[in-house]
């Protein structure tokens, strides 16, 4: 009697309902383990997210930091003997802002003029017109670009041609026998062109730079 009725009320359930009632109860076990692996998967989403994201980051923020450091780089361009009094001469550095594998295209050049002493001039090679390599001609006296014709006396004034203004001037510090620059300050249009007061830096105004040599 009992089986008859059984039978006949699950002969009057819908298929969805008979697929439910057929289906095993998940059970507490069941639960946590599903909980266990969302939480897992969270975790490791999570990780390889940040891995991600680290280079991301510094590749956006690492310029910023470095050019910051660097502003205050002093390296030293060679030895005070190595520029003799009353002549000008052609000295390269190592720009701080480089990498190592940047190779030859890292290196900075500038004009080295020694007055006598202790007293420098250091120019960039650079024209103040638009940015081409100017060369020093003792017979005359002048730095002249090739580009576009601007003359520059020896003292890094304007002479003659397009340029507006006379060639940058870096900071330089006579430290022992060393000849050194602020080589993070590099050229621009908005860098005085000639600070002959503000050139030559006191010993405890550069404590707090980086030195590379």
Known sequence: MNEHHSDRLTGDLSPEENKLQSEPKSGPKDHSRRVFLFKLSLLLNGAVGVVLAVPI????????????????SWIALGNV??????????????????????GDTGKV???????SGNQFQVFAINCAHLGCPVRWFAESKLFLCPCHGGAYYQDGSRAAGPP???????????????????????????????????????????????WQS
């Open 109 to 115: 050049a500038c004009w080295v003029r020694r007055l």
């Open 81 to 102: 003997d190595d520029f003799p009094e009353g002549e000008t001469r052609l000295a390269d550095y190592r720009n701080p802002t480089t990498t190592p594998w940047d």
């Open 164 to 210: 507006e203004r006379g060639l940058f001037e870096y900071k330089y510090r006579v430290a022992g026998a060393k000849l050194m620059i602020n080589a993070g300050e590099l050229p621009t249009l908005s860098t005085p062109a000639s600070a002959k007061n503000a050139n030559f830096v006191p010993l405890d105004k550069v404590g707090c730079a980086s």
């Open 57 to 72: 980051v510094r590749y956006l923020l690492g310029p910023m930091v470095e050019k910051k450091s660097a502003y205050h």
